[in-house]
T-cell receptor
Framework: AQSVTQPDARVTVSEGASLQLRCKYS??????LFWYVQYPRQGLQLLLK??????VVQGVNGFEAEFSKSNSSFHLRKASVHWSDSAVYFC?????????????FGAGTRLAVCP | EAAVTQSPRSKVAVTGGKVTLSCHQT?????MYWYRQDTGHGLRLIHYSYVADSTEKGDIPDGYKASRPSQENFSLILELASLSQTAVYFC??????????FGPGTRLLVL
């Protein structure tokens, strides 16, 4: 079975501080991993994706994520957060089933950035 | 950039009534999806489609129907709305084995 676990439901950081949001996955096949962000009352926007190659992938707005096969993890990082980064962040696993592009979502981590 | 629109953006429905949620994409994508999001949870797949005039069941299809009359349009139909179907509904589209692009969501309240 495929699954995604985001162990932190809520994270609060001060503006300018560094950030790490944790994600653990379980996949029987090759994992394709994504981070999406959901701003208040908006749809989901893609931050970054990992298919293969360099385990550190760069995304938009200074975000990056590191894939670790040995730890089954795909943690999201940012060196210095801004108040506008306050949102819900979803770690997502893509499972290839025939020709179907099925996504498995984590429960999300709500990030609050305090001034 | 990919463009997926949904209508209405919010709706209040009565229990037992019929609700239709609409989705339109201009990306020329073959695949379209309907998800629901409950407070504090990730998205769960209701129905999807990979070609016009054909739909497939996702993980939680009970109580929902879907319709794909054209490549651009994908509807989600609640024939008999129930309280438990209060949620935010997201539509998405993608190419084959490609990144999914999401619409802004429809907030449905069933009373």
């Amino acid at each position: 079975a495929q699954s995604v676990t985001q162990p932190d439901a809520r994270v609060t950081v001060s503006e300018g501080a560094s950030l790490q949001l944790r994600c653990k996955y379980s996949s029987s096949g090759t994992p394709y991993l994504f981070w999406y962000v959901q701003y208040p009352r908006q749809g989901l926007q893609l931050l970054l994706k990992y298919y293969s190659g360099d385990p550190v992938v760069q995304g938009v707005n200074g975000f990056e994520a590191e894939f670790s096969k040995s730890n089954s993890s795909f943690h999201l990082r940012k060196a210095s957060v801004h108040w506008s980064d306050s949102a819900v962040y979803f770690c997502v696993l893509r499972v290839v089933s025939g020709s179907f592009n099925k996504l498995t979502f984590g429960a999300g981590t709500r990030l609050a950035v305090c001034p | 950039e990919a463009a997926v629109t949904q209508s209405p953006r919010s709706k209040v429905a009565v229990t037992g009534g019929k609700v239709t949620l609409s989705c339109h994409q201009t990306n020329n994508h073959d695949y379209m999806y309907w998800y629901r999001q409950d407070t504090g949870h990730g998205l769960r797949l209701i129905h999807y489609s990979y070609v016009a005039d054909s739909t497939e069941k996702g993980d939680i299809p009970d109580g929902y129907k879907a319709s794909r009359p054209s490549q651009e349009n994908f509807s989600l139909i609640l024939e008999l709305a129930s309280l438990s179907q209060t949620a935010v509904y997201f539509c998405a589209s993608s190419g084959h084995q490609d990144t999914q692009y999401f619409g802004p969501g429809t907030r449905l309240l069933v009373l």
